[in-house]
């Protein structure tokens, strides 16, 4: 999904203002991972016993309207490349394909492995010590 967001931030946005949108995008995205960390449990433990299946409902109609707010984006970004006449093109080089995997080096590696450890370990564990702090 953020890849899908990356690519509709660069087709409206260039130059410096690009770097903004990104950076703006990134805090929304952190500032949806802080509220859930808050709220999540707020409502798993509002039900007699404590439950996380309603916290789960919330979760899934709060994803379904960000899918729909997702089409409502596609929809709206159709309609203006209808109107401006605008259509983006890309040439074969531009086009990936999965053997490009084969040519990244070392460091793309390193860093990738990196937040994969990092999402995978820093993230759960302050979701799950928080009471504890």
Request: aromatic letters at 14%.
């Amino acid at each position: 999904m953020t890849i899908a967001q990356s690519v509709i931030v660069s087709q409206w946005f260039k130059g410096k203002e690009l770097a903004f949108a990104f950076a703006f995008n990134l805090s929304v995205s952190r500032l949806g991972s802080v509220i859930n960390g808050i709220v999540e449990p707020a409502i798993a433990s509002s039900t007699s016993p404590p439950s996380i299946g309603l916290a789960c409902w919330v979760g899934f109609l709060v994803c379904l309207f960000s899918w729909c707010c997702g089409i409502a984006l596609i929809a709206i970004d159709t309609y203006a490349d209808k109107k401006d006449g605008t259509k983006a093109k890309l040439s074969d080089e531009d086009k990936f394909k999965c053997s490009h995997i084969y040519g990244f080096k070392l460091p793309f590696w390193l860093i990738a492995g990196s937040c994969v450890c990092v999402y995978c370990s820093i993230f759960p564990y302050s979701n799950n010590t928080s009471p504890m702090l």
